[in-house]
């Protein structure tokens, strides 16, 4: 067991030492070579001044002042070994957690793990959000949906262990190549609608769809990952407790999900599509702002541009498309992540998006009938006076009343 321990703290420090600059590869490799041959000519239980630390202090890689200022790093990082895994490096790290590439070692094959900081680990509240990604995850097995292995924790480290994906973020692309074309979005929106149908059709909402929760692997499929906001729609006590919350990101939130309402279902994640193929095909976020709360407004009262108005050669399908998704009444979008399939796949094939069409001809409908009610009004209200037959009525009064009086004149002159 202590030469376990011991070659552990081991292969973190060589590791450190490497990463900081304060040794290179090979002077590593010779400290390991010369404590080999000292424990092959030692009882294995007798460690002391074997480690690697002391070996490389001895051979003047490093100084001893040096060990003791990364120390606790290398403490840190022995705390968050997570059994039957082998932490490789960190891909990358955020608010809510950071994510390791790590080894499984029991089937021989790369995953990605995440880990909740320690910050938040006596926080019952964010601890039980993050057991709850996992448990979304769990639920769903798709090929478009990053695939969930098991969550847990050890050593007061909560983990998540999660399929590794060799790749990009769609954001990635974004960010250092530009817009995609509309083939090439349309081809990763097609994926992307798939995995999403399959959670709404399992009774979940993702509730945080953009391009850095898209992947991209190197043979061009696309992986919907994070459910860290994901919610079965079903759960009224978690809608409650989360009433008058806005959950997601700025630039692709849905206005219900400004508003914190309580009965947020799969047509917000159509509206977060929605903005996440407008930001693919433009380049640009549908709404920009000095601020979040900036953003946010925007996505409750202004209308974006289309994108076949920024950039002409997209089809006028694929904006309409957009300008569904992106409704400001949910009632107004597709309804059924299926009908957005449809008309995406109608699309690609070179034909109109008739879905979409139907909620245009509705739409236009209702405003056609309101704007004929309103014509009628105002040609009511500028008819002259005597097609009125009021009009008409009173002067027959008077009429009938000047004709009496005369009468009575007439008899009264002629006594």
């Known amino acids: 067991m202590a030469e376990n321990q011991q070659s552990s703290l081991d292969s973190l420090l060589g590791k450190l030492v490497i990463e900081r600059g304060l040794a290179t590869s090979d002077e590593v490799q010779d400290a390991y070579a010369l404590q080999k041959q000292r424990l092959d000519r030692s009882d294995l239980e007798n460690l002391a001044g074997q480690s690697l630390a002391d070996l490389l202090v001895e051979t003047g890689v490093v100084t001893r002042a040096q060990i003791e200022r990364?120390?606790?790093?290398?403490?840190e990082r022995q705390r968050r070994q997570i059994p039957g895994y082998q932490l490789i490096e960190r891909l990358?790290?955020?608010?809510?957690?950071?994510?390791?590439?790590?080894?499984?070692?029991s089937l021989d094959r790369?995953?990605?793990?995440?880990?909740?900081p320690r910050k938040y680990t006596q926080r019952p509240e964010f601890v039980e959000r993050f057991y709850e990604e996992g448990k979304s995850a769990a639920k769903l097995n798709h090929p478009n949906i990053v695939g969930a292995i098991e969550v847990g924790e050890a050593a007061e480290t909560h983990y998540f262990v999660m399929e590794y994906v060799e790749g990009k973020t769609v954001f990635d692309d974004i960010?250092?190549?530009?817009?995609?074309?509309?083939p090439e979005a349309l081809d990763i929106i097609v994926q992307i609608t798939k995995a999403l149908d399959h959670a709404h059709q399992k009774g979940l909402i993702h509730r945080d769809v953009k391009p850095k929760n898209i992947m991209i692997t190197q043979d061009g499929v696309a992986k919907l990952a994070d459910m860290g906001l994901a919610r079965a729609i079903s759960d009224r006590e978690a809608a409650e407790q989360e009433a008058g919350k806005a959950f997601g990101?700025?630039?692709?939130?849905?206005?219900?999900?400004?508003r914190g309402e309580i009965d947020v279902d799969f047509r917000a994640d159509i509206y977060s599509l929605g903005c996440t193929l407008y930001h693919m095909v433009t380049g640009r976020v549908p709404f920009d702002g000095p601020n979040p709360s900036a953003v946010m407004q925007m996505?409750?009262?202004?209308?974006?541009?289309?994108?076949?108005?920024?950039?002409?050669?997209?089809?006028?399908?694929?904006?309409?498309?957009?300008?569904?998704?992106?409704?400001?009444?949910?009632n107004k979008r597709y309804a059924s992540t299926a009908e957005l399939l449809d008309d995406l796949q109608a699309i690609q094939r070179g034909e109109p998006p008739m879905q979409a069409r139907k909620m245009f001809d509705l739409a236009q409908l209702t405003?056609?009938?309101?704007?004929?009610?309103?014509?009628?009004?105002?040609?009511?209200?500028?008819?002259?006076?005597?097609?009125?037959?009021?009009?008409?009525?009173?002067i027959g009064g008077w009429s009938v009343s000047v004709l009496l009086l005369l009468l009575i004149v007439i008899l009264t002159l002629t006594r």
């Open 367 to 394: 405003s056609l009938e309101s704007s004929e009610t309103k014509q009628l009004k105002i040609i009511d209200s500028e008819l002259p006076v005597t097609a009125n037959p009021l009009f008409w009525l009173m």
């Open 175 to 182: 960010t250092h190549r530009g817009r995609y074309s509309e």
């Open 299 to 330: 996505h409750l009262k202004n209308q974006p541009k289309p994108v076949d108005h920024i950039h002409p050669e997209l089809s006028s399908g694929l904006a309409e498309v957009i300008e569904v998704c992106m409704a400001k009444e949910r």
């Open 92 to 105: 990358g790290a955020g608010a809510m957690a950071t994510v390791y590439k790590a080894k499984q070692l």
């Open 249 to 258: 990101t700025p630039y692709y939130i849905s206005p219900e999900q400004i």
């Open 110 to 116: 790369m995953v990605a793990i995440k880990v909740l």
């Open 70 to 75: 990364i120390r606790p790093e290398i403490e």
